[in-house]
């Protein structure tokens, strides 16, 4: 017989591991990672190839989870966006 899975255990936060964002149990790899590459076009199963130390579902959880909470993710994602390229910049200025 197949062991049944709770969907609830497979994304996690815990306040020390990748700044509190939420995260695949057991990895380092967060909902923010997984839903860049989705936006940027990769489907799932290219994640997956990407990442092989998923499963699909873990992959599908994070999209799951993201799409729960997509506008406040989006909103983390484009605040890090705008400080990578405010500090980008910033570099820029000081090698010139």
């Known amino acids: 017989m197949q062991t049944i899975t709770d969907i609830g255990t497979l994304i ?19 909902v923010h990672n997984i839903a860049i590459d989705f936006n940027a076009g990769m489907k799932p199963e ?3 190839a990407q990442r092989p130390q ?3 579902a873990q992959v599908y959880a994070a999209l799951a989870y993201y799409y729960a909470n997509k506008e406040a993710i989006d909103a983390e994602i484009a605040r890090e966006v705008e400080e990578f390229y405010r500090l980008e910049a910033e570099y820029a200025a000081k090698i010139q």
């Not at 996690?12 to 967060?30: D, L, Q, S």
């Open 46 to 48: 290219d994640i997956l």
């Open 12 to 30: 996690v936060r815990t306040p020390e591991t990748c700044g509190g964002r939420p995260r695949i149990a057991g990895h380092r790899i967060t």
């Open 54 to 56: 998923l499963t699909l």
